[in-house]
């Protein structure tokens, strides 16, 4: 009897679920490719429903549902918080915790929900950084290895030290908040102008640009960085612990400048302070890397966290670390722990054995749904659309030569990659020997930043000519910076960055099938063994995952063709009125809403006739126990009469069609009203008399719980961090 694990992340940002049969991680996907709403943090229904179908089982079918995080450890660091820094911490206190008591803190509730109340059994909870430790590491191709989890934060971890062998893996040292190093970063990244949680590429992307002229500053005045990597951060500069921001006045003030506004131009300031910044992460990471081997005395690494997407500081680590080989989970964020605490469950939990493969057990990624050709046929022919259907062959020919002219094709074949590096069936590609190509598909197919760089996609048996790798060494996933070899260097110029780096990805056959065809017969054309890929989406857009969303993509931008799985179709064959109307197409533009509409709940707004029965048995108890009230004073039995006559009325009225819905709308809206103007009023009070004077005698005490002072005699800020070995405590929310 198979062992079905769904493991979930949701609620925060990057929700997706993943599913493991029997040790097998069979299925995974994001919410945002479904929902096409970037970053969605929504339970992830779709992505569940698109995992159960790839298994070909129900919801009933599960045997464990795992999440990501425990909910009663984030909300006591955030209950600390607020004691610890009221009363700067009000915004973020009247902003969130409603929502934490209306929703977060009962998430078995939440998760039965959005599974449809049809999986009753228990729910897991791990820690969360344990979960990015068990994606790290159990996909890896490593028997054992050194763990390291670095992010913005979890509960409490916002980077921990461990090791993983066969089916265990121990973490042994954390860091706490707020010292983080994400959220250092992230700092950085609105500071310049870009969206925190989404730009932090476009800092790491930017920093080549400049010279890091600030980072004594940083150093200096920021952070107290101890030789182990460990360190804390003057929160003067920052604002994540009390505001709504990530900086502080004061951040402005240290480099002179205040922060870009989005869209404003770029500045030298900026490029200078991006490279400053990036400099003192690769050190930081370096330096916890070199920890990490001397702790564990391990040859190899598995590195997880949204830090681990900085592949500049990966690339580094691979070169200049003290380890053998460095694997980076592909979907190292918050997405990837779906995945993470599944395989927890299995090998942690469950005590199954593992067996390390040769390459890895993440199946190049490539875990979402696929489609076959007759619903790709009917979507393009739906859509007046010309097409080819070709044979392999035929198709790879087509295409090769279409590169090998300078077109930009979009690439859309078998099942959907999981995460933000791993890329080949949901691509853009193009030649990377031409020019002005990074200009050209930066401006008018991606509708981004200029500076922003491509990939190289490298047969893998050609990268070491090309690229600083070893002979036979794979990295199949986007995952680690290299240098370009100068003789390359001016050939490749599409993919080849400012400082003659690259983020390489190697390509074979056993993992990326038609894509490493397509780059063979490009090769035998060209000489050139190298395809420009970049993700197959517009600035921000999620990647996409259906034909409908491919084809959409395809009309709206300069593509110059779009390949299908078998079908391929070319721009200029294209009848100008379909492309149109396929272009200004898509889920419809979300207009103002009513009043009453923008203070409901989307299950208020449209109620249910169940729900609308019990909202009508409501008003007649009221009306009778208002008209019993009033008899009571009055002494006058035609008022309960007229009490029982209104709720008599109020009944007939909810069952007239329409007029009832509108009915408990308003009931609810005005309800909503009045915790808009109350809810405040009470949180409000509750801050002052309870939070702010405890806050006061912490500071007269002089308590620092949060870790604030800097303490320059100490040799490490790193403290003790275990994993707990009873499986039971994986039931409990804290």
Same mark, same amino acid.
């Given at each position: 009897m198979s062992t079905r694990i769904l493991g979930i992340s949701a609620f925060y940002h990057d929700a997706a679920a993943a599913l493991v049969i029997d040790g097998e991680l069979v299925a995974a996907a994001q919410e945002e490719r479904f929902s096409r709403s970037k970053n969605d943090e929504a339970f992830p229904r779709r992505a569940v429903a698109a995992c159960l179908a790839e298994a070909g089982i129900r919801i009933e079918d599960l045997d464990h549902v795992a999440f990501y995080e425990k909910p009663l450890l984030k909300f006591d660091r955030i209950l600390e918080t607020h004691l610890s820094r009221a009363p700067f911490t009000f915004p973020q206190f009247r902003r969130g915790l409603p929502t934490w008591l209306g929703r977060k803190l009962f998430l078995p509730r939440e998760l039965a929900s959005g599974l449809d109340g049809r999986y009753r059994r228990a729910f897991v909870f791990t820690d969360h950084h344990e979960a990015h430790a068990a994606a790290a590491f159990f996909p890896s191709p490593f028997e054992e290895a050194a763990i390291l989890t670095v992010d913005g934060v979890g509960e409490w971890s916002t980077t921990t030290l461990g090791f993983g062998q066969k089916n265990r893996i121990e973490l042994s040292h954390e860091l706490r908040f707020p010292h983080s190093l994400g959220l250092l970063y992230s700092a950085f990244t609105q500071w310049a102008g870009f969206e925190v949680n989404t730009g932090e590429y476009m800092l790491m992307g930017l920093a080549p640009y400049g010279e890091p002229r600030y980072e004594a500053l940083i150093r200096e005045r920021m952070i107290d960085l101890k030789p182990d990597g460990s360190f804390r951060l003057d929160m003067r500069y920052f604002d994540w612990l009390g505001g709504l921001t990530m900086i502080s006045p004061a951040f402005e003030r240290l480099f002179g400048?205040?922060? $870009?506004?989005?869209?404003? +131009?770029?500045?030298?300031?900026? /490029?200078?302070?991006?490279?400053?910044?990036?400099?003192?992460? =690769? &050190?930081?990471?370096?330096?916890?890397?070199?920890?990490?081997?001397? /702790?564990?005395?391990? /040859? /190899?690494?598995?590195?997880?966290?949204?830090?681990?997407?900085?592949? *500049?500081?990966?690339?580094?680590?691979r070169r200049e670390g003290p380890f053998e080989r460095v694997w980076v989970q592909p979907a190292a964020g918050d997405a990837g722990s779906a995945a993470g605490v599944a395989l927890f469950v299995w090998h942690q939990l469950l005590d199954k054995p593992r067996e390390a493969r040769g390459g890895d057990a993440q199946r190049a990624s490539l875990l979402g749904p696929a489609h076959d050709a007759a619903s790709i046929r009917d979507a393009i022919a739906e859509r007046g659309l010309c097409a080819h259907e070709l044979d392999e062959e035929a198709l790879v020919g087509r295409v090769a030569e279409a590169l090998s002219e300078g077109r930009v094709m979009g690439f859309f074949q078998g099942r959907m990659e999981f995460g933000p590096r791993a890329l080949g069936s949901r691509s853009i590609l193009a030649d990377p020997r031409v020019a002005g190509m990074k200009d050209t598909i930066n401006r008018k197919i991606k509708f981004r930043e200029g500076f922003r760089p491509f990939a190289p996609s490298v047969l893998y048996e050609d990268a070491p000519q090309l690229f600083d790798v070893a002979p036979g060494e794979e990295l199949p996933y986007m995952t680690h910076v290299v240098p370009v070899r100068k003789e390359a260097a001016p050939v490749l110029p599409a993919v080849t960055h400012v400082d003659v780096s690259a983020r390489i990805q190697t390509v074979d056959e056993a993992r990326h099938g038609l894509y490493f065809r397509l780059i063979q017969a490009f090769r035998a054309r060209t000489g050139c063994p190298v395809l420009l890929n970049t993700s197959f989406n517009v600035r921000g857009e999620p990647i996409v995952c259906a034909p409908e969303d491919a084809l959409r993509c395809f009309a709206r931008t300069d593509l110059d063709g779009l390949v299908i799985e078998r079908f391929l179709l070319l721009r200029d064959e294209q009848p100008p009125a379909a492309l149109a109307a396929l272009a200004a197409s898509g889920p419809a533009v979300k207009r103002a809403s009513p009043v009453l509409d923008r203070v409901l709940r989307p299950? &208020?707004?449209? +109620?249910?006739?169940?729900?609308?029965?019990?909202?009508?048995?409501?008003?007649?108890?009221?009306? @009778? *126990?208002?008209?019993?009230?009033?008899?009571?004073? %009055?002494? &006058? +039995?035609?008022?309960?009469?007229?009490?029982?006559?209104?709720?008599?009325?109020?009944?007939?009225?909810?069952?007239?069609?329409?007029?009832?819905? @509108?009915?408990?709308?308003?009931?609810?809206?005005?309800?909503?009203?009045?915790?808009?103007?109350?809810?405040? #009023? *009470?949180?409000?009070?509750?801050?002052?008399?309870?939070?702010?004077?405890?806050?006061?005698?912490?500071? #007269?005490?002089?308590?620092?719980?949060?870790?604030?002072?800097?303490? $320059?005699?100490? =040799? %490490?800020?790193? %403290?003790?961090?275990?994993?707990?070995?009873?499986?039971?405590?994986?039931?409990?929310?804290?």
């Open positions: 400048a205040p922060a $870009r506004a989005p869209g404003a +131009p770029i500045e030298q300031v900026h /490029k200078d302070v991006a490279a400053s910044i990036q400099r003192v992460t =690769e &050190d930081i990471l370096l330096r916890l890397a070199r920890t990490i081997a001397g /702790k564990t005395g391990a /040859k /190899k690494l598995c590195l997880g966290g949204g830090c681990a997407l900085n592949s *500049v500081a990966v690339g580094r680590i299950e &208020d707004a449209h +109620p249910s006739r169940r729900t609308l029965m019990q909202f009508a048995l409501l008003l007649v108890a009221l009306a @009778v *126990v208002s008209g019993g009230m009033v008899w009571r004073g %009055s002494g &006058d +039995p035609g008022d309960l009469a007229a009490g029982a006559l209104a709720g008599a009325a109020l009944l007939a009225a909810t069952q007239i069609p329409g007029l009832g819905r @509108v009915m408990y709308r308003a009931w609810m809206a005005l309800g909503a009203l009045l915790g808009i103007v109350v809810g405040p #009023l *009470v949180l409000g009070a509750i801050y002052l008399v309870v939070f702010a004077p405890i806050s006061l005698a912490r500071s #007269l005490l002089g308590h620092d719980p949060l870790g604030l002072r800097f303490d $320059r005699n100490a =040799e %490490s800020y790193l %403290s003790d961090k275990s994993t707990h070995r009873d499986p039971r405590r994986y039931l409990r929310l804290y």
